[in-house]
């Protein structure tokens, strides 16, 4: 009983965190305002988490879990590499969207003053990301006999700059901007310049 009350006070704690990342666009959080937030003492924070960046740890494990097993059903429900990527980028601007606070942590805004830890963390998600794409796009010549228009390491870091391009504009204009918007669109202008037929 105990443990499972612990588990729910760290969810508590948590997801105070994200609500008060996407209410407070631009302001540090401190344990104090937090503590204030749950309605607990710093003291009791610090049962749950021993620091601030354990906290942020927590978070960033969540945003992994969630889009990694995600990512990993896209890869078994679709088959072309076109279906694969869109769709992996769709669900990372979607949960972006529906997670503003989030977002903070992902562009690093949330992060200044921080351990160097957490952003090398944000900077392995990405690399993470761009890697899975990098994969999607290789196997295309053996799936579906197309090799990248340019290179595969140059269309994987493109579609990867657009991911972050568009989280970060989501957290500049204060989750004004939404991820997906004119992303149908812009897929369209994209999607014809990543692969093509290779010459027999």
Not at 65 to 88: P, W, Y
Not at 108 to 114: I, K, M, P, S, V
Not at 129 to 154: C, Y
Not at 165 to 173: E, L
Request: net charge neutral; hydrophobic share 40%; proline share 2%.
């Amino acid at each position: 009983m105990s443990q499972s009350e612990k588990l729910s006070r760290r969810d508590q704690i948590l997801q105070a965190l994200v609500h008060m990342l996407e209410t407070n666009p631009g302001a540090r959080i401190t344990t104090a305002s937090l503590a204030k937030t749950v309605g607990v003492s710093e003291a009791a924070l610090y049962r749950h988490f021993p620091s601030k960046a354990k906290m942020f740890e927590g978070l960033i494990a969540f945003i992994e879990d969630t889009v990694f097993s995600r990512i990993n059903r896209i890869l078994q429900d679709f088959d072309s590499a076109d279906e694969r990527c869109e769709n992996t980028l769709t669900l990372i601007l979607t949960f972006a969207e529906k997670n503003p606070g989030m977002c903070r942590l992902l562009s690093g805004d949330a992060l200044a003053g921080e351990t160097d830890r957490l952003r090398t963390r944000i900077q392995q998600f990405f690399e993470r990301i761009e890697t899975q794409l990098r994969q999607i796009l290789r196997e295309a010549e053996m799936r579906e006999g197309r090799v990248a228009t340019e290179t595969v390491s140059a269309a994987a870091n493109l579609l990867t700059a657009v991911l972050e391009g568009r989280i970060r504009q989501y957290v500049r204009t204060e989750f004004e901007i939404l991820p997906t918007s004119y992303w149908d669109e812009q897929w369209r202008l994209l999607q014809p310049n990543l692969l093509r037929h290779r010459q027999s």
